[in-house]
């Protein structure tokens, strides 16, 4: 079998190779099992109990088709593209200038009800699919469309699905995007309105398909209204305060002059997480609270749910967090093999 | 609800196949449970001379197989070209959330593994032993 697939990956790890998507905050799945991190952006944004999340996909040049599976708080109502500076603007904001090259990341067995599609949408080359459904329902819908997954997915989706089904599957399309004149480096940036009422970063995500020892590096944005709170804290297990300061007011005119970021209040706060963990450490997610309220360690994976809850519509509340942003945090990037996710 | 209950159901039929004893105790029914890529039980004792049933349910949504076989036969499936098995009693495709059963007749008692040889999965703790009992 192994030999297999050995060939098969001689076919496919030019793909790899070649055309692999720089998505978001991505472990690129290959066809031997290994995982390459790939360090890109990613940015999650929190203001009046809404997620806005923009990541980012870069085009490696190649043929082929990838995919990738970014757990999610909440359904989004809107997936659209993302503004163009969001991402770069966050990391000049915390790195020193020159630094921008930091951005370049069963009979017995109960068949599960199929994963229900929530939206599709279509960004450049990009096809984007939300899904609604456990571990298993979502897993099975990935396996089914052409997507292989690694040997630990069956319990890292469970783990994130339990707490919040909802899962966006993203396949890149390289021949659609040499079709569309992109370049080799291009990004894709993709945004998500996402209601929530309890905000997280995934992070143990960035694990999947890892070796114990393997390395995982992750830079995490948090743009809220004031100082938050974190979870898991204080901070060990690979994870460290790089920024936290009030947002200057050239960053904040910045984000909100880009495309779709009209939301970005007068005044937040800024903080940076690092994430510099070897997989067996990153056990966990990052929860932010704020105004007094405490960040969930149900949100942040340290301990699980009383009951597998259902995903919120629509949060009533106003949430003093504002604002989420990533760099390689949250997203797993998985081989396609064969098929399209959306035709 | 469904997935706890056959679960269980599985578990309880797999209880025999833990619990070493004489041959002619042994269970020749044995249910294996696949499940976050881990075979459960991963320890089995079977008698020899009789057709054991061997009923696998892959509770995953990701393919594994079962591979049952010496040291020999498993450095021959590391590097072998067979995509998909099932012509052998011993070689057991199993495609996500499906349930299979084989029947083997073991000749000769000692200690085989059984191995899940996609790419990670035996890394990842897919290997159980099978002892043969005179």
């Given at each position: 079998m192994r030999a297999f697939l050995a060939g098969l990956a001689a076919l496919v790890a030019t793909f790899v190779a070649a055309a692999q998507p720089a998505a978001a905050c991505a472990g690129l799945i290959g066809p031997n099992g290994a995982v390459n991190l790939l360090r890109t952006s990613t940015f999650a944004g929190y203001h009046d109990g809404v997620e806005h999340y923009v990541t980012s996909f870069q085009f490696a040049g190649g043929s082929g088709q990838f995919g990738s599976l970014i757990p999610l708080p909440g359904i989004p109502d809107k997936v659209e593209r993302g503004?163009?500076?969001?991402?770069?603007?966050?990391?000049?904001?915390?790195?020193?200038?020159?630094?921008?090259?930091?951005?370049?990341?069963?009979?017995?067995?109960?068949?599960?009800?199929?994963?229900?599609?929530?939206?599709?949408?279509?960004?450049?080359?990009?096809?984007?699919?939300?899904?609604?459904?456990?571990?298993?329902?979502?897993?099975q819908w990935a396996t089914e469309h052409g997507f292989r997954l690694p040997a630990d997915a069956p319990e890292v989706l469970d783990f994130y699905a339990n707490r919040s089904p909802i899962f966006m599957a993203a396949v890149f399309d390289a021949d659609a995007a040499k079709a569309r004149g992109q370049n080799i480096g291009d990004g894709t940036p993709v945004h998500l309105t996402i209601p929530t009422e309890s905000p997280w970063v995934p992070l143990r995500i960035l694990s999947l398909g890892k070796k114990a020892d393997d390395r995982v590096d992750a830079d995490v944005y948090l743009l809220t209204d004031q100082r938050p709170a974190l979870l898991p804290y204080p901070f060990a297990n690979g994870m460290r305060l790089d920024h936290s300061a009030a947002a200057t007011t050239s960053l904040l005119n910045d984000l909100r002059s880009d495309k779709g970021m009209g939301w970005i209040p007068q005044s937040a706060w800024l903080t940076k997480i690092a994430i510099d963990a070897s997989a067996s450490q990153l056990t966990y997610d990052l929860a932010v609270g704020t105004s007094g309220v405490s960040p969930s360690r149900v949100a942040a994976g340290l301990e699980p749910p009383a009951s597998a809850p259902a995903p919120t519509q629509q949060s009533a509340e106003l949430f003093a967090l504002i604002g989420i942003a990533i760099a390689a945090g949250g997203t797993v990037v998985l081989l396609r093999t064969t098929q399209r996710v959306i035709a | 609800m469904i997935r706890a209950v056959l679960a269980l159901a599985l578990a309880a039929f797999a209880a025999g196949a833990c619990a070493p004893a004489s041959a002619a105790s042994l269970p020749t029914q044995i249910g294996i449970r696949i499940h976050y890529s881990h075979f459960s039980p991963d320890k089995i004792d079977v008698p020899i001379g009789v057709p054991v049933t061997f009923t696998l349910v892959n509770d995953d949504p990701i393919e594994h197989e079962w591979l049952l076989g010496d040291e020999a036969f498993h450095a021959r499936h590391r590097l072998g070209t067979e995509a998909v098995h099932g012509d052998r009693p011993n070689e057991i495709s199993l495609p996500p959330m499906t349930t299979k059963t084989t029947t083997i007749t073991f000749d000769k008692p000692g200690e085989l593994t059984f191995i899940c040889h996609f790419p990670g999965h035996e890394a990842y703790g897919m290997v159980g032993v099978l002892r043969v009992h005179p």
């Open positions: 503004g163009d500076w969001t991402l770069q603007r966050l990391v000049r904001e915390t790195a020193p200038v020159g630094r921008f090259d930091a951005l370049q990341r069963s009979a017995l067995a109960a068949a599960p009800a199929p994963a229900q599609v929530i939206l599709t949408a279509r960004v450049d080359a990009l096809d984007i699919t939300v899904l609604k459904g456990g571990g298993a329902e979502v897993g | -």
